[in-house]
């Protein structure tokens, strides 16, 4: 499958490299809040864009029934994650 590879380049690291509970959730988990969130973190946390990690997620995953609600899923915490790496980043007296 030439998107693994494409996200192998991403992540830099091979695919059966990656934690085992990302194969989890790409290919038996089922869609849950829970699943969505570890995975936009793993795929946050290595620069994945927000539309590559989605549409892997969709092409991965058995159960086609919400597919329409992945990008907004992870989206929402792929802007979590921003905004809570900005508050982390910033000092404390740039904020008040």
Request: charged share 10%; net charge negative; proline share 7%.
């Amino acid at each position: 499958m030439l998107l693994l590879f494409f996200l192998e380049a991403f992540i830099g690291r091979a695919f059966d490299l990656w934690p085992a509970y990302v194969h989890e959730i790409l290919f038996s988990k089922p869609i849950t809040p829970e699943n969505i969130s570890a995975l936009a973190a793993f795929m946050y946390g290595h620069d994945v864009p927000l539309r590559v990690a989605s549409k892997t997620y969709i092409i991965c995953i058995p159960d086609g029934n919400r597919h329409y609600l992945i990008p907004y899923a992870m989206g929402g915490y792929y802007a979590l994650f921003f905004v809570a790496a900005v508050f982390v980043i910033l000092p404390s007296s740039m904020m008040s």
